[in-house]
């Protein structure tokens, strides 16, 4: 069987982008600091501690300092590792690499293989699939024709001429079954509701097994419904929710389903009537429809016993219970959210509303996008479009942040609905393990997240050096004092202390050089008279002093790097006093720095 290839988790699939010459950049955003320049076509999210990234069409791996385990080499990958391997392709061949970028299995399958999982990945020799351990080794050998992962020890595989058959981790075939998979085995889950899975026979009916092979219920139940109906009611066939899913048979009698086999019928009096459609079976509610060829079908909910809580004329459209609400639309197209009395707790004011997910729901009004609490109070402002507009696809809170669209910049809101970064950005991707995806000039790289700001506050005390009083515009954090690096350079050049300050721009780095004149730039010492309260973001500059790095406490003020007075008198070797009597600063470069 042809397979699926696995979808690319790189930023490029979930947005559009375009790629221009690299660059080199700086974080102009408030709070945020780039932790690995912009340089990227192509990125992954953080993930283990790694990520992949793309240069020239080929993919390679970085650690969380920027620095290549693997140099861009590789063709194609699912850019993911699970259990600590992840695929690779290069030269026409698939194979493995770890964590640390090394290559453990050798590149050697004509088809993308599976993600190791119990310890066990499918592969394929070209005509058959098998499993290898993660040594290498072949322990189950090439002869399916398709195959699912393993699940609690068992897996299933699709045989030339027995249909579904269950093997264990040894090979072995614990159960024949001669019935067939919806979909293709390798790239789909078919536990991923639970521990049981839907088999169809040749007339299109159901058996229910259990995991390792046990049938539960022979073939008894079919989806009778018109064709365009269909594909919904199969996907709703193999949904269990609460260990309960909704069937149907070839009477057209309708059962809640147990996972055991029990049946309970449900709305029983349209037994032999393919007028109800039943949909899936959520936090003890169930969606149902009735069907009529001269008007659009109306929807409403039964409880689990079957009865009638919410009138199966009630609503042109649902949304299935969510953390006990469910999104309805009225038959004025306006969408609120009901209780599981059929209750309106959230009215009916919106376009579209989707189901509540971590206590917050993405509802839509004009176009625009914002998110509701339970009782329908705006928590992130309705003013965002859709990350994908196609698929209506938006964002949900990842390392305690939303990435949100405004329709021409991406930026990032909290969990008070407010933006963190003062200017947008050009593109960006979720957070992962405190790192975020950001294009910039079409390059993407990794800031940090946002950081909190601190209250700043113009110093008001004299500044002298060497004895000579020279006006600063200097700022107080947390009882200590901040001066822009420059200031510092012009104020210090006449005397033994004298430091040059340059910037290089391939680097995002400060330089500074000892014993060497300061050359001015233009606007060094100017006051700009500004006073009160102003927010304080912590940053992390890359600053050398004669080309070694030093940790230098620093934070951004209205656009400006300001460092600590006391690091710059300790990097320098120049005494830093205040006298509170006289309320001054004290720069002395006569005597040496102390901590007292």
């Known amino acids: 069987m042809k397979h699926m290839v696995k979808i690319l988790l790189s930023i490029s699939l979930l947005i559009t ?8 950049a700086s974080a102009n955003q408030i709070g945020a600091e780039w932790i690995i320049q912009p340089q990227y076509d192509d990125i992954t999210t953080f993930k283990d501690g790694v990520a992949f990234v793309e240069v020239d069409g080929k993919w390679g791996l970085i650690d969380r300092k920027g620095t290549y385990l693997v140099k861009p080499q590789y063709e194609n990958s699912s850019l993911s590792f699970n259990e600590g391997l992840a695929d690779v392709y290069k030269n026409g061949k698939w194979g493995y690499i770890d964590l640390s970028g090394k290559e453990v299995i050798k590149l050697q399958f004509p088809e993308q293989p599976g993600d190791f999982v119990e310890g066990l990945a499918a592969v394929s020799d070209g005509d058959y699939w098998g499993f290898i351990n993660k040594e290498g080794k072949t322990v189950i050998d090439f002869q399916y024709v398709d195959v699912s992962n393993f699940y609690k020890g068992y897996a299933l595989a699709l045989t030339e001429n027995k249909g579904i058959v269950f093997i264990d ?21 078919p536990y991923i509701y639970s521990d049981y899975v839907w088999l169809m026979d040749e ?8 995991y390792d092979g046990k049938v539960i219920i022979k073939p008894t139940y079919e989806t009778p419904l018109p064709f365009q109906w269909r594909d919904y009611m199969i996907d709703q066939i193999n949904m269990f929710s609460d260990g309960k899913a909704i069937v149907i048979n070839d009477k057209y009698e309708r059962f809640l389903l147990d996972e055991k086999g029990k049946e309970m019928p449900v709305m029983s009096k349209y037994d032999g009537s393919p007028s109800l459609v039943v949909g899936s079976y959520k936090e003890g509610m169930i969606a149902a429809s009735l069907l009529n060829e001269n008007k659009s079908p109306t929807w409403g909910f039964l409880d689990q016993t079957g009865k009638e809580v919410v009138s199966l004329t009630s609503y042109s459209e649902i949304q299935d219970f969510q953390e006990g609400l ?6 004025d197209g306006a969408w609120g959210y009901i209780n599981k009395k059929g209750q309106t707790v959230v009215p009916h004011s919106y376009d579209y509303a989707l189901p509540f997910e971590n206590g917050l729901a993405w509802v839509m009004k004009k176009g625009k996008w914002g998110m509701i609490d339970p009782k329908g109070k705006v928590i992130v402002p309705i003013k965002y479009e859709a990350l994908d507009e196609q698929w209506q696809q938006m964002g949900e809170f990842q390392d305690g942040y939303l990435l949100v669209f405004n329709g021409k910049t991406y930026n990032f809101v909290n969990a008070k609905g407010q933006e963190v970064y003062k200017n947008g950005f050009e593109n960006a991707w979720h957070f992962g393990e405190g790192l975020g995806a950001i294009k910039v000039k079409g390059k993407w790289g990794y800031i940090g997240k946002p950081k909190t700001a601190e209250t700043a506050k113009p110093t008001s005390a004299k500044v002298v050096v060497d004895g000579k009083e020279v006006a600063f515009e200097a700022y107080s954090i947390n009882g200590n004092n901040y001066f822009k690096l420059r200031d510092l350079g012009m104020a210090l050049g006449g005397t033994s202390k004298r430091f040059e300050v340059t910037y290089d721009s391939k680097t995002d780095s400060i330089q500074l050089e000892a014993g060497k004149s300061y050359t001015p730039v233009g606007g060094e010492l100017a006051a700009t008279g500004k006073s009160g309260h ?17 940790e230098l406490t620093a934070y951004k003020i209205n656009g400006n790097n300001y460092f600590k007075l006391r690091d710059i008198g300790q990097a320098f070797n120049f005494a830093v006093t205040y006298d509170g009597d006289k309320k001054m600063i004290v720069m002395d470069t006569k005597h040496d720095y102390s901590n007292e």
Request: overall charge negative.
């Open 169 to 189: 981790k040894n090979g072995k075939v614990t159960a024949e079954t001669y019935m067939d998979y919806v979909d293709p085995l390798l790239y789909t889950d």
């Open 326 to 331: 469910a999104a309805v639309g009225n038959k």
């Open 534 to 550: 102003v927010d304080a973001w912590a940053t992390m500059s890359n600053v050398y002093l004669n080309g070694s790095q030093v």
């Open 17 to 24: 982008m375009i790629f221009p010459a690299a660059v080199t």
């Open 203 to 210: 007339s299109g009916k159901w058996a229910f097994y259990s």
